[in-house]
């Protein structure tokens, strides 16, 4: 089966990892992902807040390229399905915000009428390849493991179609496929901070310092998100502040594809470990993972 | 007359104006001042006006109070006041407006430079068609904190070495309708 890939910027840079796990996940599940010819940057919560036109003219040049294929576009990130989702919303809407995105659109040789399905990967996981399907493709499940499902912020809000957005599941039931057992958290939904890890410091840190101590609480061994920006974000704020218990490891922070493919039996190097920012967690899921074997082969 | 001045100010607010004019503004004049955006914002406690204040501010006809209050850029796009607001105001879009038009009217603050790196994103997304990070970061840097440079050096190089910061800025196949439809996007004032 084929469907549309857009990956959004980071995917091709700080999340090369997200890609990598997801593609190595993908072709175990005899699914093909064709990327999205010559797409553009969603605009993402930054561009809206200098130019609004712009920003969904940006979001909007991806629906048109994606419209002929006629089939649904599927994104890994929260921001770049929000972003996407939110131009089909405003663009079928009236008023002259339609309009002028028209006349830009036009002004490259390009027109959209909408139509464009926009699918988060995660959902996708969930519905389209189903909890059975993954179950099915497990090869080592993963008991034992204590995995925080944190989801962040906009894959949930404004818009949460696909799930409940004040106490969502999916992530637990993908986690749940594994064989792994997911832990409960309070703050699963609390914002990382986003952009102000880098404009602002003080305040971007500090968001995400409280969600990991939330998750250090919860006995969690690892963390994963569906979310390129949070996993950088958590991983980064452990990096800077080195911030993990004296003696004791940082806690992983992993892409769900990667924990996916764990499960599926797929090596590390082919899950893009060797691309994650902390240095030594692989040792620490490796030795976790060297525990679980001795407890069921002992 | 306290109360007298209250009206006229609301009578002669085009900030209030404007904002109940855009299509996401248009239940700003519902809102309650209960609260409930600045007790659900997770920056609010670090904030001088927290989203109600902000609020209350554009009432009261506090335009460039308003345009030159840290709040928006503050804000971190987490929506939990949109979807938490019983009035139903579009909270997260009424701030991404009042940065666009703190940006228009030059009432940015220095205290902030959030509006800087938001601008160079923009114009790095305008040129290339899609982000790159190195570009920014770099960029961003220098221009406002040369000494946070050298200790962001370090988490860099490591992001160079794992081969997750791109050295070279991606190219578009079709720059050149790009570069029409982005001409013809920038005319638009909105």
């Keep these: 089966m084929k469907y549309l890939y857009y990956p959004g910027c980071s995917q091709k840079g700080t999340s090369r990892s997200y890609e990598e796990s997801l593609f190595a996940?993908?072709?175990?599940?005899?699914?093909?992902?064709?990327?999205?010819?010559?797409?553009?940057?969603?605009?993402?919560?930054?561009?809206?807040?200098?130019n609004k036109v712009l920003s969904l003219t940006l979001a909007a040049r991806n629906l048109a390229l994606a419209r002929p294929t006629g089939l649904p576009l599927i994104t890994?990130?929260?921001?770049?399905?929000?972003?996407?989702?939110?131009?089909n919303m405003v663009l079928s809407e009236g008023g002259t915000l339609p309009e002028k995105v028209a006349a830009a659109l036009a002004a490259g040789g390009l027109t959209y009428d909408g139509g464009t399905v926009v699918r988060h990967l995660l959902e996708f996981f969930v519905n389209e390849v189903g909890i059975r399907g993954i179950e099915e493709s497990v090869k080592a499940h993963l008991t034992g493991l204590r995995v925080a499902p944190y989801y962040g912020c906009q894959l949930v809000r404004p818009y949460a179609p696909y799930d409940d957005g004040y106490d969502p599941q999916n992530l637990e039931k993908v986690i749940e496929a594994t064989g792994a057992e997911?832990?409960?958290?309070?703050?699963?939904?609390?914002?990382?901070?986003g952009t102000m890890m880098t404009t602002r410091r003080d305040v971007g840190g500090g968001m995400s310092m409280k969600i990991l101590r939330n998750i250090r609480e919860a006995g969690a061994d690892l963390v994963v998100t569906a979310c390129p920006l949070c996993q950088?974000?958590?991983?980064?704020?452990?990096y800077r502040e080195n911030s993990w218990p004296r003696g004791g490891d940082a806690l992983p922070i992993l892409n769900i594809t990667q924990l996916i493919g764990l499960a599926?039996?797929?090596?590390?190097?082919?899950?893009g470990f060797s691309r994650l920012l902390l240095p030594g967690v692989e040792r620490s899921i490796i030795g976790k993972q060297q525990q679980m074997a001795e407890a069921v082969g002992g | 007359m306290e109360r007298q001045a209250l009206v006229e100010a609301e009578q002669q607010n085009d900030l209030l104006e404007q904002i109940a004019a855009l299509p996401e503004g248009e239940r700003v004049l519902s809102c309650l001042q209960c609260g409930t955006c600045s007790a659900t914002c997770p920056v609010a406690p670090m904030l001088e006006h927290s989203p109600r204040q902000i609020?209350?501010?554009?009432r009261a006809g506090m335009r460039t109070e308003v345009l030159r209050s840290l709040t928006p850029w503050?804000?971190?796009?987490?929506?939990?006041?949109?979807?938490?607001?019983?009035?139903q105001i579009k909270i997260t879009e009424i701030m991404y407006a009042l940065k666009r038009t703190a940006?228009?009217?030059r009432l940015t603050t220095d205290e902030s430079d959030v509006h800087r790196f938001y601008k160079l994103f923009t114009q790095i997304v305008c040129k290339f068609g899609r982000i790159h990070e190195l570009l920014l970061l770099l960029k961003y840097m220098m221009l406002r904190h040369p000494v946070g440079l050298l200790s962001q050096s370090l988490v860099g190089l490591r992001m160079m070495s794992t081969g997750c910061m791109r050295i070279q800025p991606h190219k578009l196949r079709n720059q050149e309708s790009f570069d029409r439809m982005v001409e013809k996007a920038l005319t638009f004032e909105e």
């Design chain 1, 25 to 50: 996940v993908l072709s175990k599940l005899d699914i093909e992902f064709e990327e999205l010819d010559d797409w553009n940057c969603c605009g993402t919560t930054t561009v809206i807040s200098v």
């Design chain 1, 76 to 87: 890994p990130c929260p921001s770049c399905w929000l972003s996407l989702t939110k131009a």
């Design chain 1, 182 to 193: 997911p832990a409960a958290f309070e703050v699963k939904t609390a914002c990382c901070g």
């Design chain 1, 232 to 238: 950088l974000n958590l991983e980064l704020v452990q």
């Design chain 1, 264 to 271: 599926m039996g797929i090596s590390r190097k082919e899950l």
């Design chain 2, 55 to 58: 609020f209350a501010m554009v």
């Design chain 2, 74 to 87: 503050m804000c971190s796009s987490c929506y939990e006041c949109t979807v938490n607001c019983p009035a």
């Design chain 2, 103 to 105: 940006i228009r009217e």
